[in-house]
Each structure stands twice: as C-alpha cells, then as structure tokens.
C-alpha cells in the first residue's frame, strides 16, 4: 500500500495542513486523491528558460513546500460586507514552475521587440446603493431604493455594459425576443413590427441601471416576431396581387412571381396546366393532373356560336397526349384548340355539323404534325422516341341532333335527364381490346381484362399509319347531357350505366359543377391518370345561359 504524499498545504485552497491529515479541514479537499510528486525535474521551464543548477548531485533544487511568503496575495473579504473584493490582475502574482519554483527574470529575446503591455483601464468602484429611507417633512423626495448615486466629481466616467444594449431614454422596454432573424446588417431606418422606429441620438446614452429579470436576454437587433399576416395588410396585398397579376394558393395575399414562386411566402405555385376549369355558356369542362402523373398532358377546347338560322350550338373538344411519345403535353394542346377553331368557324358559315367535324380533325392532326417539324423537337427527340401524338373526341350539340367525331380511346357518353331511360356509350375506341371484341376474337370483359387492352391502334401524330377520324349524329328524343371525357375518368366509370350513376341529376342545370364530380370520382378512385371531362346540354341552350 503506498503512503500519502506529504503536503503542508492543501492544494485547493492553499490551507495548511497538519501531518496525518486525510481531508482539508477548510474546503474537505480529499488528500488521498492528490498524486505523488514525480521525481524528475524538467530541464527546460514552462517559459523556455534554463533552471539555474543545484548542488552537485542533485541536478536541480527542490521546490519549497509552501509558496512564497512575500507574494501580497488577495485577502478575503470580511463576511456580511457589502463592498466588493479588491480585484488583482495576474501580472500582480509572480508565476511558478511546474514544480512550484519561482520563475527566473526573463530577458527579452534580441530578435523580436519585447510586446508593449495593454493599457489597463482604471477600476471604477461600483455605484454606491443606500437603503430608501422614509422622507422628512419640507425635504425632496430620496432617490428610489436600488437607484444609484452619480459619481461624485473628478470620478472615472463607468463605461456602459457591452453585452446588452442600453435602451435611450425614454423608450418602451424591448419585448422578448422570438429566435428569428434575418442576417442582415441593422438599418438606420428600421421599423420593427411591434414598436416605432428606432431614433438615434448624437449624445452618448448615459448608463442606467435595472433590476434584473432571470429568464430575460437583449433582444436582437435583426430579430422580429414571426405570425400570422394582418388580414387587414392580406386584404390590401390581396388587391395589389389581383390587379398585377395571379394570386398566391397558399397564402392567398402574395403575387405569383414570373419564376413561379408568390413573393409574400414563397410557396411554388402548381403550374397552369395542373388543374383547369372553364365555363362558356351551357358548357363546361374540367382537367386535372392527377396523383401520379408529374404533368397534364389533357387538353380540352370548349366554345358556343350559332348556326345560320339563329340558333344556338355548342363545341366540346377533349384531347389526351400520347405519354409514350415526345411531347404529348404540346401535342393536346395543339390538336384542341386547331380543332376548336375549326368548329367555331365552319359552323357559322353554314357547313353541316358532321363535316365541320370531320375537318375539325383533320385540321387538328396537320396542327400536331407541325409540332414533329419544329426545331425544338429535332434537339429533343431521338431515334428511339415517337414524333408528339395524342388522341380526340368532340362533339357537336344543336337543337335536335348530337354529333360526335373521335381518333383514339377517348369517349363520349349520353346520359339522359330522365335516369329511367337508358344511358349509352356513342363512340368506339381505336384500342387493341376493341379490335378484338369486333372480331369475335375475344369478349369485352376478357379484352378489357388483358394487359394490352389500352393500346391504341389510331391517333393524331406525324408517325400514325393513316388518318381514319370517326363520327356519328344522333337525335336523341329526350334531353340528356354529354359527357366527353379521356380514359382518365372512364377507367373509374367503363360501362355507361356506371357513368350515369356518377353523374349528378342536375348535370343539365349545373356543367359545371357536375364536370368537379366526375374529376373527384377519378381521383377518389386512385387517380392513375389524367383526367379531363367536358359536359354538355342537349338540346343546346342559347349562349348566355350557364350553371346557376
């Protein structure tokens, strides 16, 4: 068992010791913890010095067991005394040696100047604090009790605190700060949100003393509470926005920005393609991305005019982008509005509403066509990828006939005002699945169950084997309306009947609305695609006329 080293005075608070003690009998120091002292000796100082050497034998002196007596070391402060410790500096105290010796005088080393030493500045004695005394008769009122005197004359100036900044006076208290800021520098010209500007003052702010608070920290300067917007100020944002330009989705006050992003939140607006609702006349239609496509590739044209005669006729046009082609997006959008325009033109003149439908598609392919000559399509398409394509139906509806024209899986429906009579399917899909029902090959069931059911064998583009556009007229004997739609929404809704169910009653009175339904019953149903439906009156109703 190893003896303890013998200390004459305990090496936490420097008390002296008496021989066999265990514990310091002032601070409880555990002696047993303290190490042996080891017996080597350092040849070289802390400060790079030589030792001086001891007597022969014994390389180097030992250090005295206690340290220095001549060292004027800070006395305590007597207890219950309300003045502070006299404060030294560690330039008063002599250094030692990592064995206790005195250090040996230092001489400046020739190659560098020896460092001038700091000024240090006078120490001030803190403000003198007097008890508050009960006020005599015909004297001024004593200063309140924590408040400091003024120093008296020819005393120091006491520098303000660099920590915390001293509010001028006068000023509101700062309230707590929130934790966010901006890192920008602090303007002249600030306003904070929950107080008035900021002034400055060309005199220095006098020091001031205040009883301290214990959760309380300065408030940045950089820092401002984070809330909810005024909606007064949204009102008033809202209007700007309206008058120059969209208004944000999310917060409904910012303007949307030319890089699609609201300048009050900056959330990413969806782009314009994503969700489209349009209403003319009796007519409206609806297109929505979908919850797996990461674009809308849909388009639709939808318009009213009136015949020679006087009377009215109303233009549906749903197109679906090919997605295994290039472009598809740009592909609907053309072959719609080519084939809407067309429509809205022949009609007026007088040209039988079959016809005008069959060179409404013809003009809408040469549209589409185009889009595989364009330059932009020459850098992006490549040896394995399809010129742009996509499918069309359309239809016409006028006071006694319905026509109808289409290439491709996109359909057109009749459902009757009168849910008693029966609905009907008007159109044929140009699909693999189709083709083999037609040929007695396979049932309709089976065909729809194949995994090649939705392959289509027509559609508009430069690479298609040859243009075959399909209508049909109908003079139904009954009003209904038409639902024109992409395979988006009759994926949910393939029979007739099941199309007549999800229709609401009133789609005649409310398009509409009833174009929402239908979109929201293709995404309650998974969404898979793009969904795009249009729905008409029959008969058509004189333009001005629209959802209640």
């Known amino acids: 068992m190893s003896q303890m080293p013998q200390l004459s005075a305990c090496p936490s608070c420097e008390e002296p010791l008496e021989s066999g003690d ?16 080891p017996q080597d000796n350092p040849t070289i100082a802390m400060n790079g010095s030589v030792p001086p050497a001891g007597p022969p034998g014994r390389g180097y002196p030992e250090p005295p067991s206690a340290p220095p007596t001549d060292v004027a070391w800070p006395a305590a402060v007597p207890d219950g005394s309300a003045g502070p410790a006299p404060a030294h500096l560690p330039t008063d105290l002599p250094g030692t040696d990592s064995g206790g010796s005195a250090l040996p005088p230092q001489a400046p080393s020739p190659a560098l100047p020896p460092p001038a030493p700091s000024p240090v500045p006078p120490q001030a004695a803190p403000p003198a604090v007097v008890p508050r005394q009960p006020p005599l008769p015909g004297a001024s009122p004593s200063p309140a009790q924590g408040t400091p005197l003024p120093p008296p004359p020819g005393a120091p100036q006491q520098p303000p605190a660099v920590d915390a900044p001293v509010p001028p006076p006068g000023a509101a208290p700062a309230p707590p700060a929130t934790g966010v800021r901006f890192d920008r520098p602090a303007q002249p010209d600030d306003r904070r949100p929950d107080g008035p500007p900021a002034h400055h003052h060309a005199h220095p702010a006098q020091p001031e003393v205040h009883p301290a608070q214990p959760d309380a920290r300065p408030r940045q300067p950089d820092e401002y509470p984070l ?19 969209k208004v944000c989705v999310a917060c409904r006050a910012g303007r949307v920005d030319s890089d699609g992003y609201c300048e009050n939140c900056g959330h990413a607006q969806p782009r314009e393609r994503d969700h489209m609702e349009q209403e003319s006349g009796p007519v409206a239609a609806v297109s929505d991305r979908g919850l797996r496509h990461h674009r809308n590739e849909d388009a639709f044209a939808i318009g009213c005019t009136a015949l020679p005669d006087g009377s009215p006729a109303a233009v549906a046009i749903v197109c679906d982008g090919v997605s295994s082609a290039t472009r598809p997006d740009d592909a609907s959008a053309a072959a719609s509005k080519a084939a809407g325009d067309a429509l809205l033109e022949a009609l007026p003149r007088g040209t039988h509403p079959q016809q005008a439908m069959h060179d409404a598609i013809v003009a809408a392919s040469r549209a589409v066509n185009a889009l595989a000559n364009e330059p932009a399509t020459a850098r992006e398409q490549a040896p394995h990828q399809n010129a742009p394509a996509c499918t069309l139906v359309g239809a016409v509806v006028m006071n006694g006939l ?11 429906y009749w459902v009757p005002v009168d849910r008693g009579a029966p609905a009907a399917r008007l159109t044929e899909d140009d699909s693999w699945a189709a083709q083999m029902v037609a040929a007695g090959l396979m049932s309709e069931a089976e065909a729809y169950a194949d995994e090649r059911a939705h392959a289509i064998t027509g559609w508009l583009g430069a690479d298609a084997y040859e243009l075959e556009p399909h209508t049909a007229s109908f003079k139904p004997d009954r009003p209904g309306v038409v639902v024109v739609c992409t395979d988006g929404l009759w994926n ?14 009133d789609a005649a009175v409310h398009p509409l609305h009833s174009a929402r339904v239908l979109v929201g019953h293709a995404l309650d149903g998974g969404g898979h695609d793009n969904v795009t439906v249009a729905v008409v009156p029959f008969p058509a109703v004189p333009q001005g006329a629209g959802s209640a």
Request: with cysteine.
């Open 402 to 412: 319905l026509v109808v024209g289409w290439v491709g899986d996109s359909r057109a």
């Open 227 to 245: 809330q909810a917007p005024d909606p007064r100020v949204a009102a008033d944002l809202a209007a700007q926005a309206a008058a120059g330009g």
């Open 492 to 505: 949910y809704a393939e029979a007739a009947e099941e199309m007549a169910r999800v229709l609401p009653l």
């Open 22 to 37: 265990r514990f310091c009998g002032a601070c409880g120091y555990d002696l047993s913890a303290v190490p042996a002292r």
